[in-house]
């Protein structure tokens, strides 16, 4: 990409950039010290990418030194019968002295027309910038549901399995992929087997104000799964010391005890719009971000 100034270049991440990317991005966000992002990188390492697409993001190269930096974790997704491109941005910090070059970062980013981008944890000052840009909203906030709730009676014929396991029933072999991979990258991954099939989820640990445990879903085939398996998930997460768990919504999720929170959006441009219960391959589940 042609240079905004003679100093100054955007180009994709590589190898030998990973150390000084990991400082700008512990002095752009202060709560994960740069060894945190030495270990992220080392995820996308082994994170297979679709050809043509970076391994790391792009970055703003000033005389060697990083100083510009958005992640993007790319991964073929299934999508109207086949496979298409999906890339998560996350992690984009410019420092302050060269804020003025950020769009040069973003728009090389977004620069490939057949790739959809999502945006899962956009700051609030950050959405009419999005907006702006062509990112339309997935959803608008969150339902926190207690499964225990909706665990007391029924589910005795839906079995929970390990998700490292393969399933005695049917199932898509691609979810075991899903299930497989997200494991290795530190989430919890279950089957809910049925005498017919086998119905997969994937969720991250996390915090509410860092002590508060609660389950995020990170993948599952539909949301309907989950409210027909809610309560043996229930009993398995509840095992796990997590209560609660966090879905994407728009609106309270029926047959679900819990509360709905709006003000939670998440973003996408592309052709493809994600649905509802997959951020598979975005930073909460690679990076655990």
């Not at 060697?64 to 984009?92: E, K, M």
Request: charged share 20%.
């Amino acid at each position: 990409m042609a240079s905004a100034a003679p100093s100054l270049r955007c180009r994709q991440i590589e190898e030998a950039d990973l150390e000084s990317v990991a400082s700008l991005l512990a002095q752009g966000f202060p709560t994960r010290n740069r060894q945190f992002w030495l270990g992220a990188f080392a995820e996308l390492r082994r994170h297979a990418v679709p050809p043509g697409l970076p391994r790391y993001g792009y970055m703003l190269d000033s005389n060697g030194r990083a100083v510009g930096a958005v992640l993007l974790i790319c991964t073929l997704v299934r999508a109207d019968g086949g496979d298409a491109p999906r890339c998560n941005l996350s992690s984009w910090y410019v420092d302050p002295a060269f804020r003025a070059f950020a769009p040069m970062l973003v728009s090389r980013a977004l620069r490939p027309k057949d790739v959809t981008f999502i945006n899962v944890s956009p700051a609030r000052h950050t959405w009419p910038i999005l907006e702006a840009q062509g990112f339309s909203r997935i959803c608008d906030g969150a339902f926190f549901a207690i499964p225990l709730l909706n665990g007391w009676f029924g589910g005795s014929k839906i079995k929970v399995l390990d998700g490292r396991q393969k399933p005695q029933v049917s199932f898509e072999a691609r979810d075991q992929e899903i299930l497989s991979e997200h494991a290795a990258h530190g989430c919890i991954t279950f089957w809910c087997a049925t005498a017919e099939r086998a119905y997969p989820f994937v969720f991250r640990r996390r915090f509410v104000r860092g002590f508060v445990p609660y389950a995020q879903l990170i993948y599952c085939s539909d949301v309907t799964d989950f409210v027909r398996c809610v309560g043996p998930l229930g009993w398995a997460l509840a095992r796990r010391g997590l209560p609660f768990v966090m879905i994407d919504a728009n609106a309270p999720i029926p047959d679900l005890a819990g509360w709905y929170s709006p003000g939670m959006p998440k973003y996408f441009k592309g052709p493809q719009r994600p649905r509802l219960g997959d951020i598979a391959y975005t930073e909460y589940g690679v990076l655990g971000v």
